[in-house]
């Protein structure tokens, strides 16, 4: 599995020339280990795996007996491990390093000693409970991982050629003409396997929905003991957002509705529920920005949010769960669009899902006056442009799921924040297009902007 991260930890490596550890962190069964364990192989001269989830006897007895001691821990740690360490050109990797908080504690004087690179994998789930008692290092230096983007997928189905096309037709904003229509076919199939993995290489093998459907599965029950086991004090809590998420997203006004948790429920209730999702990245949360301005985090209203899942794939699985439900006809009819169900729930969350793989951080923006008919609007996301300038910095984004549809909100944001908007932007399954101001793109060029 080609993945872009392999890119940045090319450049750590040679940037930081060992005096910076590295820490990928992500949700659970998104490939931190294996593009860890894949970037040591190919980049070093040799390396080490320490799977702090299942160390044997002796390696354990290295770690405790000898971490701060580098010249006896390094002299037994290749003893153990069987393998030769070779100044400036080896890597250890610590993978699962929440389950050994020490080991990162200790990064400071590995980091120090100069002769190794470390890389680090784990989740914020288990990491956040597990660091309470320990310094983290400021040696360390954090890149978030996400599932696969829809140019990892068409890699992963030996697809070279189409993305350049789609940056190509961007960049000159120019129409994708025949290309258009097997582009979108693409982009479906993305949207209903998701970019895990697991899911993505089942896909490549078998083409197979019904059995991608079950690895799918299979994570949502990983992710669901994971909140049994991590969400410490508040598991019901989690546990009721969690499952709570289809029917929110299904609704048409977005937003998190307390109410379908609990009567009279206040967003302090569960805050500490949102924020433990976020931190797992089983969700991304998207804030309410109250004014277009640069700095958006600088305007968030934190108790007005949107929860999205992080993989769109893994959102189909969690909604249609029913044992009624055959998967094989329920894929068929999502696919050919022919499926009763508020498709916009798909469509928004995969652009969530791409933004957030392009590094952008989620709002929304939404007013509402029971007297004045101009001030009500909602508006999907709001992300600043690439280079700031003294106004036109934020770009008002709507995501239309249907052929028909009005852009109404679009055009009232336009008119009351015409000193902040840059370009406004439509995404749909429509070509691309530019009228009005308003640039309209196909959705899977969601990740170029």
Avoid at 27 to 55: C, P, Q, T, W
Wanted: glycine letters at 4%; proline letters at 3%; a neutral charge.
């Amino acid at each position: 599995m080609r993945r872009k991260i392999y890119d940045y930890l090319l450049e750590w490596k040679k940037q930081s020339q060992g005096k910076v550890a590295l820490m990928i962190d992500g949700a659970r069964r998104i490939g931190k280990s294996y593009i860890a364990e894949e970037f040591a192989r190919n980049e070093y001269r040799s390396y080490i795996l320490v799977d702090f989830s299942h160390m044997t006897k002796n390696l354990q007895e290295v770690f405790d007996r000898y971490l701060n001691d580098t010249e006896q821990f390094f002299m037994y740690l290749q003893s153990v491990t069987r393998t030769t360490l070779y100044a400036r050109e080896s890597v250890i990797i610590f993978d699962e390093v929440q389950f050994y908080p020490a080991a990162r504690a200790a990064i400071k004087h590995l980091v120090k000693d100069g002769k190794y690179d470390y890389i680090e994998t784990g989740s914020l789930i288990s990491i956040n409970k597990n660091v309470r008692d320990i310094l983290i290092p400021s040696e360390e230096r954090r890149v978030e991982m996400y599932p696969m983007d829809f140019e990892e997928f068409l890699w992963a189905l030996g697809d070279e050629t189409t993305m350049p096309f789609i940056r190509h037709s961007y960049e000159q904003r120019k129409e994708m003409g025949p290309a258009h229509r097997q582009t979108m076919d693409l982009f479906r199939q993305y949207m209903l396997v998701g970019g895990m993995p697991q899911a993505v290489q089942c896909f490549v093998d078998t083409k197979n929905f019904m059995e991608v459907d079950q690895i799918k599965r299979d994570i949502i029950k990983l992710y669901k003991s994971d909140i049994q086991k991590y969400a410490t004090g508040y598991e019901s809590k989690v546990s009721k957002i969690f499952e709570e998420l289809p029917g929110q997203l299904q609704k048409h006004e977005k937003r998190f509705k307390l109410a379908a948790l609990r009567d009279r429920a206040k967003y302090r209730d569960y805050d500490s529920s949102f924020f433990w999702l976020g931190d797992s990245q089983i969700v991304s949360p998207c804030f309410k920005a109250t004014e277009p301005t640069v700095g958006l985090r600088m305007r968030m209203d934190s108790s007005a949010l949107k929860l999205y899942m992080s993989d769109t794939g893994l959102l189909i699985s969690h909604a249609f769960d029913e044992n009624t439900i055959l998967s094989e006809e329920l894929y068929a009819k999502l696919l050919l669009g022919k499926l009763e169900v508020n498709k916009g729930m798909l469509v928004e969350n995969i652009v969530a899902q791409m933004l957030r793989a392009a590094g952008h951080k989620l709002f929304f923006y939404s007013s509402y006056s029971k007297t004045e008919s101009e001030e009500r609007m909602e508006i999907d996301f709001l992300i600043a442009k690439p280079v700031l300038t003294n106004r036109h910095n934020i770009c008002p984004i709507e995501v239309k799921s249907t052929k028909k549809y009005t852009i109404t909100s679009l055009e009232k944001f336009q008119k009351k924040f015409a000193e902040q908007t840059a370009t406004p932007i439509v995404l749909h399954s429509g070509d691309l297009k530019e009228e009005k101001g308003i640039l309209y793109l196909p959705i899977y060029m969601t990740p170029l902007l």
